[in-house]
């Protein structure tokens, strides 16, 4: 089963960056080229597949489009990876096996390849099949979630911060960033801020169309609890019991719902306890 579904969401995030990247053909070629190189480095699609079973758990099927915000999402984590290759940063002469952008192309047109990957997806993004609310939604997520407080780049930054303790010192480094190990473990690393945003984009677009049809979803997480740790509904742990207590007690708006979704993904992947 796993393994249909990994490769359902690899096929369907393939086809729709190969859709929705500009070819070779279209000028300027070269900086296509590059942002190809890195998309199609043999990637295993995660982060899209995150975001289109979020969709399908609460719809009970993959959504209308949801490969298109998947797409956007790879083509964001690729941008991220791009950067991260270059020499200012890791410096990095190998991805997943094949030279990287830079090593390849050189640093301008790298840099500039990770740029266009991000603002093609915001592109993307901006054309998804689905309500005006639930796009501005998502893209807000997003933003957030690649940004600098408890985001993307804001990992990035801290990444680098450690660097620089290590090279100067600990002591060196509390006097010029006073306050910076009160912050540091608020942040979360790169990739895991990426992997909430994929739950959270397919949560958006599947609850915002459905919002006042409450009960798929509640049935849908009770099939899940039941199926996935082989319990009967009154051997549910306290934490799911309270979940699904409240769809019976409560009205909940759209980010209500995509909050409890992204809730009930993180449940889910963590492993059975013993």
Excluded at 150 to 173: E, H, K, T
Aim: aromatic residues 6%.
């Amino acid at each position: 089963m796993l393994r249909e579904i990994l490769a359902e969401g690899q096929k369907l995030t393939d086809a729709a960056l190969e859709r929705l990247i500009p070819p070779v053909t279209e000028p300027p070629a070269s900086i296509h080229l590059a942002m190809r190189h890195s998309v199609f480095a043999g990637g295993k699609r995660i982060r899209p597949i995150l975001c289109m079973e979020a969709g399908r758990m609460i719809a009970g099927s993959l959504p209308d489009g949801i490969e298109e915000v998947g797409a956007a999402l790879e083509m964001l984590h690729t941008y991220s990876l791009i950067h991260d290759d270059l020499p200012a940063l890791d410096n990095d002469d190998l991805r997943r096996g094949r030279p990287t952008c830079h090593k390849v192309f050189g640093e301008a047109l790298a840099i500039l390849a990770g740029d266009a990957l991000q603002t093609q997806a915001y592109e993307v993004l901006s054309r998804v099949r689905c309500s005006a609310e639930a796009r501005v939604r998502m893209i807000e997520e997003i933003a957030r979630g690649t940004g600098t407080v408890d985001g993307m780049i804001g990992g990035q930054v801290v990444d680098l911060a450690r660097g620089v303790a290590i090279a100067l010192g600990p002591q060196v480094f509390r006097e010029k960033l006073p306050g910076w190990e009160d912050r540091d473990d608020k942040w979360m690393f790169p990739r895991s801020v990426i992997d909430e945003m994929a739950r959270k984009a397919g949560a958006t677009l599947t609850i915002y169309p459905i919002h006042g049809t409450e009960a798929p979803f509640r049935n849908y997480f009770t099939y899940m609890m039941k199926s996935y740790r082989g319990l009967a509904p009154d051997e549910l742990p306290s934490w799911a019991a309270e979940i699904l207590d409240r769809f019976d007690h409560e009205t909940f708006s759209p980010q209500m719902l995509v909050d409890l979704a992204l809730e009930g993904c993180i449940i889910f992947a963590k492993p059975k306890a013993a």
